[in-house]
């Protein structure tokens, strides 16, 4: 089970930081991901980490702005978000695959198994 919070309104420059607890299962040979979706586009990929060995990915839209990282011991997954934009303005998803290999990075969204709920973050101008 993934739980994502830390949604919510903020000025086109401001910061969030987003979170995704996960339970219930060993994540250690999964990824975890940022997906997001805003309004009237696909869910595409913002971010991914390799939950044991911490290879990272980021989409180019966020490259610089945002950072993934984890919390082995908590068991959760951030994503701080900085220099946020309107176009940042969408529904984020926190997501894990099914074990995965080290020889390539999850991308799709459909290598991605368990889904948490959409946080919303919405970026003023």
């Not at 339970?23 to 309004?39: I, L, N």
């Not at 060995?53 to 990282?69: C, L, M, N, P, Q």
């Not at 099914?98 to 948490?116: A, H, Q």
Request: charged share 15%.
């Amino acid at each position: 089970q993934l739980q994502a919070s830390g949604g919510g309104l903020v000025q086109a420059g401001g910061s969030l930081r987003l979170s995704c607890v996960a339970s219930g299962r060993a994540f250690s040979t999964h990824y975890m991901g940022w997906f997001r979706q805003g309004p009237g586009k696909e869910r595409d990929l913002v971010a991914t980490i390799r939950w044991n060995g911490g290879t990272e990915y980021y989409a180019d839209s966020v490259k610089a702005r945002f950072t993934i990282s984890r919390d082995n011991a908590g068991n959760t997954v951030y994503l701080q978000m900085n220099s946020l934009k309107p176009e940042d303005t969408a529904v984020y998803y926190c997501a894990a695959t099914r074990n995965w290999g080290v020889t390539t990075v999850p991308t799709r969204v459909t290598n991605y198994y368990y889904w948490g709920q959409g946080t919303l973050v919405t970026v003023s101008s």
